[in-house]
């Protein structure tokens, strides 16, 4: 099959599927729109993986696939095509956008199931696909920025899904305009690139970009690149623009497994990855993504440990993995970076699931204080949770423990890191390690403090054949990206795959050294061991002694209420920011444009109306007042004439 | 002969409309007449050649010689479109009046023809005092529509208009004469012929605000200001939108605001090259103005018609600041931003018709909870909502990015600032839409007595034609830019030098 076909194919699917699902979106049958939406992604997951073989079958260093549909927009220089670029790193993104997109969707059959407005549901879904695949996709700026908004319309579309409530419809206002501000920082970022560079395909200013190397702040690429990453904290919800990720929980629970955890709001790291040469290029910006990335995994840590609805918990769950790849883009590990995107799309996705399962099962119920002991009712549930909850601890094994202790160990050894991002990257796996225990504990263990009249019931099997697949992959998935050092002890040796497939994308890190294998083992040993006591202590403490916990957060209360609130930041927003600015709008209308601007045309009016009835007194039909006038003119004139 | 076709047909529509005999033909006569003028608005294509930058379909009589006066007609590929906007939304507009426009139903599509007639020729002259003519003919018919068919204020906003508009025609006039008495002492003969304008070389002196070409230059940049209009002089459009009936509006953002924006693209941008590029600091500082403080003052408005009009005035900021940068990026936007807020706006006011029609209110308080009760026109409004916000594979998105683009080649700072209004053009948009179509029910649309019915056929017809046309120009930009990219080309590269020639002519 031509490339061509393959990738028409790849992306018309799920967008036929939308438009089926969008004209019968009346229909009520879960199972239908179901079956259409998950078959349009599944023939989606099938041509990524052909593209995955084509690309297999290609010599490496030409590891390439680029489909043009022609010309876009063409002005003077300016010249952006519909071009779709199948390269080793993008191949691998449509995989885990098919491939767990379909297990979403399989998942959300039997979610959605009483739903009435299930057709419109899963039009919304598969558009996200087809967005989301384009941001991947696009060979320049702009074409990816079609996605890129593409998938923020979705996000608001399913955030808002149920819209009759406020609270929702809000939520999905406010991911949309939080992210709309990323995006004009992403459009100046762009200007930027062509201005300078006269292009906006990203595989022609990743050639161009190292030639601009700098080192100062006003630098072209490190301008450039901080402007994206803008974007990128809008889209992947980092600070200062996290602010939204927490309230996007109020969409359908598939929907935060999907879009708020494992694809869309990963697109600000693998826009760095894509681009990871003009970054390189950057390195104070490559500083400035390494600290906001290490201060988003500790703070939304902090607020995760506070937080009473599942849901949450795992929000800022995600904010804070984010972090971590963030912080492993900072210090030029793209591919680590890359590793922990995948291993958490399967994890956090698998949780997110796990978590509908048990809000389905406890009728709507997300506040974990009324859970407890579901592991008694939820068996398949609890025992897949409980592999994601193993794998984002980072237990020796699991697919997290890879990833992440990759993350961690290039904070330190990189010439890009630094001691003290490991120590926070590594307190925030500490503080992951207890959150989430605190989340098992909770919701699964302990004694039941489920309300009498909630039944919790195990879910359908189309909900759980997605969640073992997922449990799955999140044990095994770290093994594809074996670091070195643990690679060297095992038999056979095996190879970092993941490495060695990206290897012509992601560039070096300029002037890295051998790694000191002893070095290595030590972290890994502080930081497994950290979370292993902070698990413990956290089991200890919520499944026996709770009043313990209670007493503890009696006694620091302002902190834990501050934490709690998640440090008053939304407020700080709408206090400083939006609500001020309203008010400042109701003033500039009130006064500029009614008192002011207003006020001065009707003067002017008041003139023109004095004006002429002045004229008009002049204008009295007496003749010798006309002929006065004359001379009076013919006077002035002769004035005027003899003093130039 | 198919510009004077154009321009005059609908004159004979409005006079055949004015002799027919039975009243009840009136609307379905108007519908079939736009059709025919849209069709014949469409052979221009074929004939059109894109490659140049020169004069076609061009007509040129003498009409009064002693003043060289000639009744001279020409299009190039800054007016083509335009055009086409113009006969594309007559039929739209005249089906999106069936129900609204209920009383004096033959002198409202009157007034409407010969408004069509007016706009089409200041589009296509090329004689200064021709379209003098054109330009202060189109004031009368939309003081009538705006007047008779209005709201409540209408005698207040219809004054407010005219007394705003008149003042800056008056200074053109004056300017005008002004550069006909120029042609004498430089050609031995006067002529209004704008082709001649663009020959005078009017002197220039940037320090001295009194030098000849600045004062011509602000003479006609403030009229057309006022058209457009530009922050501060805007406050007579949200009057006379809120104030005029929805086919008004319609026509109003849809066609008449460009008169303006398209006039500094054919008059002050060549005539006066070295002040404009001296002055265009003025320009993009009020256009970026106009953007923020559009934006904003639409976020805080109760009324959503006053809400779209105000939006306006933050989308025409970004034409003048694309066009006032003069690179080919800034002008194409600003072309294309002008068919985009043609078509978006146009459809905005339609769909708050079609609500007004059912509720008799425009207070967003009043309602909330409206997609569950009209899911189809929520689509609709929303498809229109995200053209008008600019989401890329929509029109909008195209306009913006490319005049942002230009605007940011020029001046980065004015871009920083312009694209805020990324970000407000979202929040007052969503904010709006939030309000009007999620929640709970409001107290109009849960009103028992009275419950709302969705979108009927003629509704339907008309909304699809602008659905299509924003995805159309937001995928195939290039059919479009292709058309005027001669004609911008050549403005771009000879401002100082701009001698339009006549296709076919030495």
């Known amino acids: 099959m031509s490339q061509t076909a393959l990738m028409s194919i790849l992306l018309a699917s799920p967008l036929i599927g939308f438009l089926i699902n969008g004209f019968r979106r009346k229909h009520h049958s879960a199972n239908v729109s179901g079956i259409i939406a998950s078959v349009a992604v599944f023939i989606s997951f099938v041509a990524a993986v052909l593209f995955w073989l084509e690309l297999q079958g290609m010599a490496p260093e030409s590891r390439s696939i680029l489909v043009n549909y022609g010309s876009w927009m063409n002005v003077e220089s300016l010249s952006i095509n519909f071009g779709f670029l199948v390269d080793p790193l993008s191949s691998l993104m449509i995989l885990i956008i098919t491939g767990v997109g379909f297990l979403i969707h399989v998942f959300s059959i039997g979610y959605m199931h009483h739903d009435k407005n299930v057709a419109k549901y899963f039009a919304y879904l598969n558009f996200f696909i087809f967005n989301m695949l384009i941001l991947v996709l696009g060979d320049s700026l702009v074409t990816l920025f079609v996605g890129w908004e593409g998938v923020g319309l979705a996000s608001y579309l399913l955030i808002g899904f149920w819209f009759t409530d406020k609270e929702k419809a809000s939520a999905g206002m406010k991911a949309f305009i939080t992210n709309r501000i990323g995006d004009a920082a992403f459009l100046i970022g762009m200007f930027i690139f062509f201005v300078s560079f006269g292009t906006l395909n990203i595989q022609e200013l990743n050639a161009l970009a190292p030639t601009v190397a700098e080192s100062t702040w006003l630098g072209v690429a490190t301008l450039g690149t901080l402007f994206l990453f803008i974007g990128a904290t809008g889209k992947s919800a980092q600070i200062p623009l996290y602010v939204w990720l927490p309230d996007a929980m109020a969409g359908p629970t598939p929907v935060s497994a999907l879009i708020h955890a494992a694809t869309m709001v990963t697109a600000g790291v693998y826009l760095i990855i894509r681009m990871n040469p003009v970054f390189l290029a950057a390195p104070n910006t490559m500083m400035v993504i390494a600290i906001i990335g290490v201060l988003t995994v500790v703070l939304a840590a902090s607020i995760g440990i506070t937080q009473n609805d599942i849901k949450k918990v795992l929000a800022y769950s995600t904010v804070s993995q984010l972090g971590y790849m963030f912080l492993a883009c900072g210090v030029g590990a793209f591919t680590a970076a890359f590793f922990h995107l995948m291993t958490h799309a399967f994890f956090k996705a698998l949780m997110f699931l796990g978590s509908g399962s048990v809000i389905h099962a406890m009728h709507e119920e997300q506040d974990i204080r009324k859970m407890g002991g579901l592991k008694k009712y939820l068996p398949w549930t609890h025992l897949t949770f409980m592999m994601g909850w193993l794998a984002i601890l980072g237990t020796p094994g699991f697919s997290g423990f890879f990833s992440k202790d990759e993350i961690l160990w290039m904070s330190w050894h990189s010439p890009l890191g630094h001691w003290s991002l490991w120590a926070l990257g590594a307190l925030g796996a500490t503080m992951t390690a207890f959150y989430m225990t605190r989340l098992m504990a909770l919701t699964f263990w302990g004694k039941s403090r489920v309300p009498k009249e909630i039944h919790p019931h195990e879910s359908s099997p189309i909900m759980l054949f997605p969640l073992v697949v997922l449990a799955i992959l999140s044990v095994v998935g770290g093994y594809v990206g074996i670091p070195h050092v643990i690679g060297a002890i095992l038999p056979g040796h095996p190879e970092n795959i993941l490495a060695g497939w990206l290897g012509n994308i992601v560039k070096p890190i300029p002037g890295i050294t051998e790694a000191d294998a002893a070095m290595e083992w030590t972290l890994m040993g502080v930081s497994v061991g950290l979370a292993t006591i902070s698990a413990f202590i956290a089991y200890t403490l919520y499944v026996n002694k709770q009043e313990a916990v209670q007493s503890f957060t009696n006694k620091i209360k302002p902190v834990y209420e501050l934490v709690y609130k998640k440090y008053l930041v939304d407020e700080l927003y709408f206090g400083y920011i939006i609500n001020p600015l309203v008010r400042l709008s109701e003033n500039i209308w009130a006064y500029i444009d009614v008192r002011f601007i207003d006020r001065c045309t009707y003067w002017a009016g008041d003139l023109m109306k004095g004006g002429g009835s002045f004229v008009r007194s002049l204008q009295n039909g007496n003749l010798q007042s006309y002929a006065m006038y004359i001379g009076l003119g013919l006077v002035l004139t002769l004035t005027f004439v003899m003093m130039r | ?506």
Request: glycine share 8%; aromatic share 16%.
């Open chain 2, 1 to 506: 002969m198919i510009l004077s076709t154009l321009v005059f047909l609908p004159v004979l529509f409005a006079l055949i409309l004015a002799l027919w005999p039975q009243k009840n033909m009136i609307r379905p006569m108007a519908l079939v007449f736009s059709l025919i003028h849209f069709a014949v608005g469409l052979i221009v294509f074929q004939d059109f050649d894109t490659s140049t930058a020169q004069l076609q379909f061009v007509e040129k009589h003498m009409w009064i010689e002693k003043f060289g006066i000639q009744y001279f007609l020409a299009m190039d590929g800054i007016s083509f479109w335009l055009v086409q906007l113009t006969t594309f939304l007559a039929p739209l507009i005249i089906l999106a009046s069936w129900n609204s426009i209920s009383e004096k139903v033959r002198g409202f599509h009157i007034c409407f023809f010969i408004l069509q007639s007016a706009m089409l020729g200041s589009f296509l002259a090329f004689d200064a005092i021709l379209f003098y003519v054109f330009w202060e003919l189109s004031l009368i018919p939309m003081y009538f529509i705006v007047g008779i068919w209005g709201g409540s204020r209408r005698i207040y906003a219809t004054l407010k208009f005219f007394i705003y508009t008149m003042a800056g025609s008056v200074l053109m006039l004056v300017a005008i004469i002004y550069m006909m008495y120029l042609t004498q002492q430089a050609f031995g003969q006067m002529s209004s012929n704008l082709l001649d304008f663009y020959k005078l070389s009017i002197p220039f002196i940037g320090s001295d605000f009194f030098s000849m070409q600045t004062l011509l230059f602000f003479a006609f940049a403030l009229a057309f200001a006022i058209k457009v209009p530009l922050f501060p002089l805007h406050t007579w459009l949200p009057d006379a939108h809120v104030e005029a009936p929805t086919p008004g509006s319609v026509v109003l953002a849809g066609v008449m605001l460009k008169m303006g924006t398209f006039c500094y693209m054919r008059w002050v941008l060549p005539l006066f090259p070295e002040a404009s590029e001296y002055w265009a600091w003025i320009f993009i500082m009020l256009g970026v103005i106009g953007i923020i403080y559009g934006a904003l003052v639409a976020m805080v408005q109760p009324d959503i018609k006053k809400l779209v009009a105000y939006s306006s005035v933050s989308h025409m900021g970004y034409i003048i600041i694309g066009l006032f940068v003069m690179n080919h990026q800034g002008l194409q936007g600003g072309l294309y931003q002008m068919l985009n807020h043609g078509i978006s706006t146009g459809a905005l006011f339609i769909l708050i018709g079609m609500i007004y029609e059912r509720t008799h209110s425009r207070e967003i308080s009043q309602y909330g909870g409206l997609a569950s009760v009209l899911p189809n026109f929520t689509i609709f409004f929303f498809i229109i909502t995200l053209s008008s916000i600019a989401v890329p594979l929509t029109n909008g998105f195209v306009g913006e990015f490319l005049i942002l683009l230009g605007v940011y080649k020029a001046s980065p700072w004015a871009a920083g600032f312009a694209v805020t209004g990324v970000v407000l053009g979202a929040a007052y948009m969503l904010w709006m839409f939030k309000r009007v179509f999620y929640g709970e029910k409001g107290p109009l649309v849960a009103d028992e007595k009275h419950p709302l019915i969705d979108l009927n056929v003629r509704e339907f017809v008309i909304l699809v034609p602008f659905v299509i046309m924003v995805f159309v120009m937001g995928i195939f930009p290039n059919h479009f830019l292709k058309y005027s990219e001669a004609s911008i080309d050549y403005l771009v590269k000879n401002k100082s030098s701009y001698q339009l020639t006549i296709k076919g002519e030495q």
